[in-house]
């Protein structure tokens, strides 16, 4: 199983791009999911996860406020809309469910790891 994540592209800063993240042989309406990002040369980033005892939502200090995650429970999809991008949310941005309990968003609590999408902002 993996989930794979979708509509990246280039943007303008303060631009906005909603993320796909859908799954096949899985309901995601019973699975924590969380989104990442890779930038060159840096390690994987937590940037929106939901924990495993309620569902709430952590986001990085670096997105809070810009970026909400959501879900689509009949399209079996879950969203990342990010808004007011700026040229440091340039990365590669993956999905990933949680495999482990807990409410922090280390990627290695996250596994089924697909294809990322690449998001660039820049004018």
């Known amino acids: 199983v993996q989930l794979q994540a979708s509509g990246g592209g280039l943007v303008q800063p303060g631009g906005s791009l909603r993320l796909s993240c859908a799954a096949s042989?899985?309901?995601?309406?019973?699975?924590?999911v969380g989104w990442f990002r890779q930038a060159p040369g840096k390690g994987r980033e937590g940037v929106a996860c939901e924990g495993s005892s309620d569902g709430s939502t952590v986001y990085a200090d670096s997105v809070k406020g810009r970026f909400t995650m959501s879900r689509d429970n009949a399209k079996n999809e879950v969203y990342l809309h990010m808004n007011s991008l700026k040229p440091e949310d340039t990365a590669t941005y993956y999905c990933?469910?949680?495999?482990?309990?807990?409410?922090?968003?280390?990627?290695?609590?996250?596994?089924?790891w697909g294809q990322g999408t690449l998001v660039t902002v820049s004018s």
């Open positions: 990933a469910r949680r495999f482990y309990p807990g409410e922090a968003c280390p990627a290695f609590d996250f596994g089924s």
């Open positions: 042989g899985i309901t995601l309406n019973y699975q924590a």
